[in-house]
C-alpha cells in the first residue's frame, strides 16, 4: 500500500518532432494523490505550459499539436519546464513513458500506463489513451479532454486510467511492469505469427529463450520477455511432465501479482 499523501504526477508532453533530436514545446500534467481516508483520486489539474524548444517545429508535429513556433517563442526554457513538473512528485507516470521519460528527465521511479493497460486490459481493441477512456466508460466527452493532442488534457485522460489500474495494482508493481519490455498476447511473426503465447508449442519457446538470437537483438526484447513469462508458467506447473518442469531460467513468478488480486 502507498503511504499516506504520495503523489503521483501524470505528465505528458508535446515535442518538436518523433526523431531526435527533439525537445518539448509543451508540457501537461494532473496529479494523482493518496489520500488516507479517501484513496487514490485527482488532486489538481490538468495543468499546462508552452516551452520554447530552441529549434524548429517539424510539420509532422505541427499537424498533431497544431503549435507553431510563434506559439511557443515566449515558453518557458525546457530544463525550467522539467524542473517544473518533477518538483515534488514521488512517481512520475506517462502513458509512452519510452518516449515522455527521455525528455523529462525526472530521476523519478516511472510509470507507463500504456504498459500496464496492456496488462489489465489485454483485449481491447486499441490501448491509446482516449481508446481506453472510452472502452472503460470512464466518461464521455469531459471538456477536459479538449483539444486533443495536447498536453494538459492528455495528461487529465491518462490520469483516469491511471486511477482505474490502481484498483487492482499497487504502484510498485506497476513500476515494475513499466520497467520491462511489453507482454505480448499473440507471436507477431514466423510460422506461428498470430498464435496466442499461451498456445505456442513448449520447444518453440524453448527455441526462442535459448537457441535463437532473439536475445540479442533490442527489437525482439517483448518476443523474449512474453516468451520467458510464458516459460517460467509452465514449467512451474506441477501438473506438467518432468521434462516441461526442466526450467533453465529461474525467474520469480511474473502472475505474482494477478493471484492477488483474485484472493482479495
Keep these: 500500500m502507498a503511504e499516506p499523501y504520495t503523489l503521483i504526477r501524470v505528465v505528458d508532453t508535446e515535442t518538436t518532432g518523433l526523431t531526435d533530436p527533439k525537445e518539448l514545446v509543451e508540457i501537461g500534467w494532473t496529479d494523482v494523490r493518496y489520500f488516507p481516508m479517501q484513496g487514490w483520486a485527482i488532486e489538481s489539474g490538468p495543468h499546462a505550459r508552452l516551452v520554447n524548444p530552441g529549434m524548429p517545429i517539424t510539420a509532422g508535429a505541427k499537424s498533431a499539436?497544431?503549435?507553431f513556433d510563434e506559439d511557443v517563442a515566449d515558453g518557458m526554457p525546457p530544463d525550467e519546464a522539467r524542473g517544473l513538473v518533477s518538483a515534488g512528485a514521488d512517481y512520475i507516470a506517462c502513458h509512452n513513458l519510452a518516449y515522455d521519460g527521455p525528455l523529462l528527465k525526472s530521476g523519478k521511479p516511472g510509470i507507463c500506463t500504456f504498459k500496464c493497460a496492456k496488462e489489465v486490459y489485454p483485449n481491447l481493441d486499441s490501448h491509446k489513451n482516449g481508446a481506453i477512456w472510452y472502452a472503460l466508460g470512464l466518461g464521455g466527452g469531459a471538456k477536459q479532454m479538449e483539444p486533443v493532442h495536447r498536453a494538459g488534457p492528455d495528461s487529465w485522460t491518462t490520469a483516469h486510467i491511471l486511477l482505474d489500474l490502481l484498483r487492482v495494482l499497487a504502484v510498485e508493481t506497476m513500476v515494475d511492469i513499466s520497467a520491462n519490455p511489453l507482454r505480448?498476447?499473440?507471436?507477431?511473426?514466423?510460422?506461428?505469427?498470430?498464435?496466442?503465447?499461451?498456445?505456442?508449442?513448449?520447444?518453440?519457446?524453448?527455441?526462442?529463450?535459448?537457441?535463437?538470437?532473439?536475445?540479442?537483438?533490442?527489437?525482439?526484447?517483448?518476443?523474449?520477455?512474453?516468451?520467458r513469462?510464458?516459460?517460467?508458467?509452465?514449467?512451474?506447473?506441477?501438473?506438467?511432465?518432468?521434462?516441461?518442469?526442466?526450467?533453465?531460467?529461474?525467474?520469480?513468478?511474473?502472475?505474482?501479482?494477478?493471484?492477488?488480486?483474485?484472493?482479495?
Design 65 to 67: 499539436h497544431h503549435l
Design 184 to 227: 505480448l498476447l499473440k507471436m507477431n511473426f514466423g510460422k506461428h505469427a498470430g498464435t496466442p503465447f499461451s498456445e505456442l508449442p513448449t520447444d518453440y519457446l524453448d527455441w526462442i529463450l535459448h537457441k535463437s538470437d532473439m536475445k540479442s537483438d533490442p527489437d525482439k526484447a517483448d518476443v523474449v520477455h512474453t516468451a
Design 229 to 264: 513469462l510464458e516459460w517460467v508458467k509452465r514449467t512451474s506447473d506441477p501438473g506438467r511432465s518432468q521434462t516441461q518442469q526442466q526450467v533453465r531460467e529461474p525467474e520469480q513468478d511474473p502472475d505474482a501479482w494477478r493471484k492477488e488480486m483474485e484472493r482479495r
